[in-house]
């Protein structure tokens, strides 16, 4: 079952002599369950594209289906509420919100929706991402690697059509980028959600289940 399309999508900046073609004319889908990284080098598109799918730019042309809905076709209002509600979104930087704790917020994404959070969702999700006993700590009284931990449990606690990570270990070591990677790899695995891996990291890509190259705003490999 595909749960995203990309069809013929192209992405421009400026005009005329200022042009750049940042996507040109990329077309993939995506089944249900499937663990995706998509590499290549800078200004390849990667960035662009990421930004496409999590609902926060529109192509030049194009369309992009998600769970049967046509994206470019939603008001931005409609949009704004379809991310919140369909799209897990990872990045570099964490995006904590500091006086807020670990529980707060990963419930954060529910509470601007105006939906009351399970406590027992909750739970789970601080479980998944091994944080139970930092449940009340601050961003300022955690790790890097356990703040990015808290982004992706914020990321999954609204139950994501999509999960995009952008370059999520980028601002940590080793040892951290390589427990973020893997709670990634087991919630596809265990929660068969979707994820959608963006990075520059050859070792990283290879935990995905498919790759999709990047060069000058087309794929040029997918395997």
Same mark, same amino acid.
């Given at each position: ?6 069809? &013929?999508? /192209?992405?421009?900046?400026? #005009? ?43 192509? /030049? ?13 939603? /008001?931005? /209002? ?26 707060? &917020?990963?419930?954060?994404?529910? #509470? ?28 300022? $009284?955690?790790?890097?690697? $356990?703040? $990015? ?17 952008? #370059? ?17 790899? $087991? ?37």
């Amino acid at each position: 079952m595909k749960i995203l399309e990309v069809s &013929n999508l /192209t992405k421009i900046y400026g #005009e005329k002599s200022t042009e750049v073609m940042a996507l040109d004319n990329v077309s993939f889908s995506v089944k249900k369950g499937e663990f995706i990284a998509i590499v290549g080098p800078s200004g390849s598109g990667k960035s662009t594209l990421m930004h496409i799918l999590g609902c926060v730019d529109y192509p /030049t042309s194009g369309h992009v289906i998600i769970d049967n809905v046509n994206i470019n076709e939603l /008001t931005e /209002t409609q949009l704004a509420i379809f991310r919140r509600r369909q799209i897990g979104l990872i990045y570099q930087f964490f995006n904590l919100i500091p006086v807020l704790n670990v529980a707060e &917020n990963i419930t954060l994404p529910l #509470e601007l929706d105006h939906r009351e959070p399970d406590p027992k969702e909750v739970d789970r999700i601080l479980k998944v991402i091994d944080l139970e006993d930092r449940k009340h700590f601050f961003p300022s $009284q955690l790790s890097g690697g $356990q703040q $990015q931990r808290v982004s992706i449990g914020r990321a999954l606690m609204s139950q994501p059509t999509i999960l995009l990570a952008d #370059e999520p270990t980028g601002n940590l070591d080793t040892k951290n980028s390589d427990n973020i990677i893997d709670l990634l790899v $087991q919630s596809n695995k265990e929660h068969q959600q979707t994820v959608i891996l963006i990075t520059h990291n050859m070792d990283i890509a290879l935990k995905a289940k498919r790759i999709i190259r990047l060069e000058d705003g087309r794929i040029v490999d997918d395997r």
